[in-house]
């Protein structure tokens, strides 16, 4: 099974990554996870996407396909994904089809974190207070958001016409909003056991 999971910054997809990870197995592709630290590293990919993320800004989709397509392999693709962060933009959405279809695979589902927008800003700042995240600060998170309903909202719209995407209330505990996620994968697995033939 791979799965794509969506949403504003902030509305919980690495905590919840995270828990679909433990119970399901599946190996976790966190492009934010790679720039972050290439970032630390200081090499000239974190260099260049410093002068994005800092701003608040999307990585070129070019950048951020081609450093996808280099994670992706036989291995990693027998065991299913989850991803986390990616697509941002229908163009990535559809660069991602046809990398999954080198391995004769598709997006199984679509996990939609849906959080009111002053929510995710207190989520933001607090996150920031506590884990230093250089891209956690006011003036950043206002630009993300900002970004996030301008290229990536049109993400739900492409994968409602594919018939992927299932919203989740994002509000609640980690468990209950981990329930529904649940409840969602076990529906979609059963009917792709459903349609193999016996």
């Known amino acids: 099974m791979n799965i794509v999971i969506f949403g504003a910054p902030g509305s ?6 995270e828990l679909i990870i433990e119970n399901h197995g599946l190996h976790h592709v966190s492009t934010g996870d790679v720039l972050r630290d290439e970032i630390a590293k200081q090499s000239d990919l974190g260099k260049i996407a410093d002068g994005y993320i ?7 989709d070019e950048l951020i396909i081609n450093i996808l397509d280099r994670l992706l392999d036989e291995k990693i693709m027998k065991k299913g994904i ?28 679509v996990i939609g ?17 506590i884990s230093g995240r250089f891209d956690d600060n006011e003036d950043t998170i206002k630009q ?8 990536t909202e049109p993400l739900a719209d492409y994968y409602k ?5 299932y919203p ?12 529904q996620i649940a409840g969602v994968l076990k529906s979609v697995s059963d009917k792709e056991s459903g349609r193999q033939p016996a």
């Open 12 to 17: 919980g997809k690495g905590t919840q990554s």
């Open 168 to 179: 989740i209330k994002g509000i609640g505990t980690i468990d209950d909003i981990f329930k």
């Open 113 to 129: 974190l849906e959080v009111p927008e002053d929510e995710l800003i207190t989520r933001l700042v607090k996150r920031g207070r």
């Open 82 to 109: 989850i991803f986390d962060g990616f697509p941002r933009t229908v163009n990535q959405a559809e660069a991602l089809q046809k990398m999954l279809n080198k391995y004769g695979q598709d997006v199984s589902v």
């Open 144 to 151: 993300r958001i900002q970004i996030y309903h301008k290229n």
């Open 54 to 60: 800092s701003k608040g800004y999307l990585m070129p």
């Open 161 to 165: 016409q594919a018939g992927i995407y």
